[in-house]
Structures are given as C-alpha cells and as structure tokens.
C-alpha cells in the first residue's frame, strides 16, 4: 500500500510563509508526477504546482513567484514553500502523486489534505 502523509499547514498572518511537505511511503517502484493542488472557498480544485514526469516544474499562475515546489527523492518527500500569502491562499492544500507500483501499474495517490488558513 502507498500512503501519503501531509504535514505544514496552519494559521499565518498575510505576509508570512509557510512550508507544506507531502511524505510518501509503501510499495512505490518509482514516482511519475508529483503535484500539489487547493481547495479554496468558492472555487473548484485547482493546480497550484507540480513535477512533470521528466521533471519540470509548473505554476498556477497565483502561485508563480510566491511559491516554491520542491522535492527529495531520497525521501520521497515533496514541498511547497508558500511565501507572501495572502487571505485568498486560505485552503485546503492536497499533494498528488502518480505512482508506478512494482505491479508495474500506475495509479494516483491524494494526501489528506492539510489546511493553511491566512489571516489578513
């Protein structure tokens, strides 16, 4: 079984910044992509960013020059660094990750979800 554990969110005042990081463990024979998206008030699910299976990074464009994806291999471990938050951040923020399993399967796989609240 592959699970994701997410971990950072929380309470910040407009300005701060906070670091959101999505550990993933289990049966993973390699990682495909790697994405973090939001849930915010009154709109649908969207991408904020995210690794392309060869690697390259994309932005929504809110998140262009805020934020910042990152990822340990090692560890299986992905990050987004959210600097300059503003109220409308305030979210749910989910890591998404397509895995190949050693079945040689692939299959998506959604953190629980972690939620940043920013304070104006």
């Known amino acids: 079984q592959v699970q994701l554990v997410e971990s950072g969110g929380g309470l910040v005042q407009a300005g701060g910044s906070l670091r959101l990081s999505c550990a993933a463990s289990?049966?993973?024979?390699?990682?495909?992509?790697m994405v973090w998206y939001r849930h915010t008030v009154g709109k649908q699910l969207e991408l904020v960013a995210g690794?392309?299976?060869?690697?390259?990074?994309n932005y929504a464009e809110f998140a262009m020059g805020r934020f910042t994806i990152s990822r340990d291999n090692g560890n299986r471990t992905l990050y987004l660094q959210m600097n300059r938050l503003r109220p409308d951040d305030s979210g749910v923020y989910y890591c998404?990750?397509?895995?190949?399993?050693?079945?040689?399967?692939?299959?998506?796989?959604w953190g629980q979800g972690t939620q940043v609240t920013v304070s104006a």
């Open positions: 690794f392309s299976s060869g690697g390259r990074t």
């Open positions: 289990g049966s993973i024979f390699s990682i495909i992509t």
């Open positions: 998404s990750l397509e895995i190949l399993l050693p079945t040689r399967t692939y299959r998506r796989y």
